[in-house]
């Protein structure tokens, strides 16, 4: 479990996979912060982008607004697409979302143009 600063807030808790990736979660209560927590979530980016030597970052936000309780992705990769950062490319939006009829093509697209970036999926 790691924790931030002297806010003695939950962050992140680590669990380990079986195919040895590592998943975090993160655990918000009512010391929330959105600026730690963004601080926490670009660094955890930079720090896996260089252990496995990517240069960039794909956002793959996957859900659809057409089923209750499943838009979380495409809301978050509208927003990241607003930001037009020219660092990270971003799939899945409320305009194109990603979902289950197309997320092998997306996964296509990613491995063939995208090799050398981290993939950050949002569900």
Same mark, same amino acid.
């Given at each position: ?37 963004? =601080?926490?979530? *670009?660094? +955890?980016?930079? $720090? /896996?982008? @260089? %252990?496995?030597? !990517? ?40 305009? =194109?979302?990603? *979902?289950? +009829?197309?997320? $092998? /093509?997306? @996964? %296509?697209?990613? !491995? ?12």
């Amino acid at each position: 479990m790691k924790t931030t600063g002297g806010y003695g807030m939950k962050m992140l808790e680590w669990m380990s996979a079986k195919d040895s990736r590592n998943i975090y979660y993160f655990n918000s209560d009512r010391n929330f912060k959105a600026e730690d927590f963004a =601080r926490q979530l *670009h660094q +955890m980016i930079e $720090e /896996e982008k @260089a %252990r496995q030597g !990517k240069k960039g970052v794909v956002f793959l936000c996957i859900g659809t607004d057409r089923s209750t309780g499943d838009s979380l992705g495409p809301l978050i990769g509208y927003k990241l697409r607003d930001m037009k950062r020219s660092c990270a490319a971003v799939f899945g939006t409320l305009e =194109r979302p990603v *979902h289950a +009829m197309n997320l $092998e /093509e997306y @996964a %296509r697209i990613i !491995k063939n143009c995208y090799h050398d970036c981290l993939v950050v999926a949002v569900d």
